[in-house]
């Protein structure tokens, strides 16, 4: 049972989130509506399905749990209408049926439909972060322990783990169990695809250079509010959680914390618990005072993250260089031609210091795989489904999409069409990509890195991952550590009342309803929810997996 100051905190947090939320609501501005163009009809693709084993023989219809991709939302209203997942169910030969929770709101979904009992047959969810860990929601009777399953009929996926070992140890748990037919990032080049963003025209028309330090950052982001005008100067995402987009390290890195678990010469550490984090809020406090940053610093959705970047609300964000960069600087453009938007490097107190943190994903990040429900009566199909990913022609079409339409061979390099590159119905290349494939975001593939040298097109995008990248991050970071069934258990229940007390306290001192010297007092009372034996449960599971 939670205790009553968790529970205190928790009310504290949502009445903070509702006072929010009206006013974010006053403030969005509304997007115009794109349509998608018409599908083409799906056609015979590079070599013999039926050689393959694709398409299947059945006539089942299997149920898919699953959120939307953004990009693809703002086109289409469901999965169905997406030529995606209409041209997946024609080559696999399994029919599916999609059950669509609302938008940002799959955690709180998910949590109604396990309890519901009513499990459809796949479910493409972060598993890893599941309260117990994934082991768990094995035991607990939710997914399938897919062993046997895999070695039965999933040969694309055995084949792909078996010539990596280093990632088949990350997706499965402590007691050896895999759980998920899991996303994979299949070159190094894709994990970093995040960082701070800046207009740059507006930089150049106030005679600024592009921000290094926090010092610089304040002196651009009060030039954009006094001089410009600009209403929130700084935006981003608030949600699922408060501070949700600067949790890569993005500000509160500079003063060499994070706001989770990170790594200070080999030593776990948890950020909210070092002095750093009371100088960052401090900060955060005063740019908050002076209207530097989104009043609706709680409620900053991705929609609102568009809405402010496009309407010129906001002049700077944490964001990515495909749905950040390669969105909103070609719909801005054609109504301010000079318009720019460019990376900024993660900032650092001081010039000459590289960033201790930055965006920075595993080649296995835990999210976006799809487990098969444990009361499934059509796991061969749903295996058989989900292992099409893996396979040649499935790679192919899970990054590229469909040949002849969204992509062509060229020399044996398949090169995305200007369907996808130069949409005619102006869509920008994230959203036109989200339609034909699944490059962009998550799903059960190997993710190639000619789909990031192709969809970065815009020479700000190319510029973004080098300069993101520029940083310690894979230093600092945990790895992705599987954890014992009971350490999960524990550390989730731990982690449940610290996180919600951590957002209140950041929540009320930013916003100036606590002092900054509170920051002593939730400290103790962190520690008093057991974050040591937190951060204990996470140096054992260290120990065990480097001697794997």
């Not at 047959?121 to 399938?144: H, N, Q, V």
């Not at 609706?296 to 609300?313: E, F, H, P």
């Not at 950040?324 to 460019?342: D, R």
């Not at 965006?359 to 061969?380: D, H, L």
Request: net charge negative.
């Amino acid at each position: 049972m939670r205790k009553k100051s968790a529970l205190a905190s928790g009310l504290w947090l949502l009445l903070i989130l509702a006072l929010l939320c009206s006013a974010c609501a006053k403030s969005e501005t509304n997007r115009s509506e794109e349509e998608a163009p018409d599908a083409e009809q799906p056609r015979q693709t590079e070599g013999n399905h039926a050689a393959n084993g694709y398409p299947i023989q059945t006539d089942k219809t299997l149920t898919y749990w699953a959120e939307l991709n953004g990009n693809a939302g703002s086109i289409k209203p469901g999965f169905q209408e997406v030529p995606f997942f209409q041209e997946w169910q024609r080559r696999t030969g399994v029919k599916l049926d999609f059950i669509q929770p609302p938008a940002n709101q799959a955690r709180e979904a998910i949590n109604v439909l396990l309890a519901s009992g009513e499990l459809p047959d796949m479910l493409e969810y972060e598993w890893a972060s599941f309260p117990g860990g994934p082991e768990k929601a094995i035991s607990d009777g939710y997914i399938l322990r897919l062993n046997d399953a895999i070695d039965r009929y999933a040969p694309n996926l055995k084949k792909y783990l078996s010539e990596h070992p280093e990632i088949d140890k990350q997706i499965k748990t402590d007691a050896g169990s895999y759980y998920v037919f899991p996303f994979i990032q299949g070159d190094d080049l894709l994990r970093t695809y995040q960082g701070p963003i800046i207009r740059k025209d507006w930089l150049d028309e106030l005679g600024l250079e592009v921000p290094v330090t926090i010092d610089d950052w304040y002196i651009v982001l009060k030039a954009f509010k006094e001089k410009k005008g600009i209403e929130a100067p700084l935006t981003f995402l608030g949600v699922p959680n408060p501070l949700f987009g600067i949790e890569s390290g993005g500000f509160v890195g500079a003063y060499g914390i994070k706001k989770g678990f990170y790594l200070d010469q080999g030593e776990v550490k948890y950020g909210p618990l070092e002095a750093g984090y009371k100088t960052f809020l401090a900060l955060f406090r005063k740019w908050y005072a002076e209207g530097l940053i989104d009043k609706n610093i709680a409620t900053v959705d991705t929609k609102t993250l568009d809405s402010n970047m496009i309407s010129g609300r906001s002049g700077a964000s944490i964001w990515n260089a495909g749905a950040g960069i390669g969105t909103w600087q070609p719909i801005v453009k054609e109504k301010t031609p000079q318009a720019q938007f460019v990376p900024a490097p993660y900032p650092v107190l001081h010039k000459g210091e590289k960033p201790k943190f930055g965006q920075r994903s595993y080649m296995y990040m835990g999210s976006g795989g799809v487990a098969i429900s444990s009361k499934s009566t059509n796991v061969e199909e749903a295996v058989r489904m989900l292992d099409f990913g893996y396979s040649p022609e499935g790679h192919l079409f899970f990054n590229f999409g469909i040949e002849g339409v969204s992509y062509v061979m060229k020399d044996g390099y398949p090169t995305y069409t200007d369907l996808i590159m130069r949409n005619p119905d102006k869509l920008a290349p994230s959203q036109a990509l989200a339609m034909y494939s699944r490059a962009s975001y998550f799903g059960s593939f190997v993710q190639d890195t000619r789909y990031l040298e192709q969809y970065y097109l815009l020479q700000e995008q190319k510029d973004a991952i080098q300069i993101w990248s520029n940083t310690d991050a894979d230093k600092n970071m945990l790895p992705q550590i599987p954890k014992t069934e009971m350490e999960s258990t524990e550390l989730s229940a731990i982690m449940l009342d610290v996180t919600t007390l951590v957002d209140e306290m950041s929540l009320k001192i930013i916003l100036g309803i606590e002092p900054v010297e509170s920051f002593d007092d939730y400290v103790a009372q962190i520690k008093a929810l057991k974050i040591q034996r937190a951060i204990e449960i996470q140096k054992t599971a260290l120990d065990r997996y480097n001697k794997r």
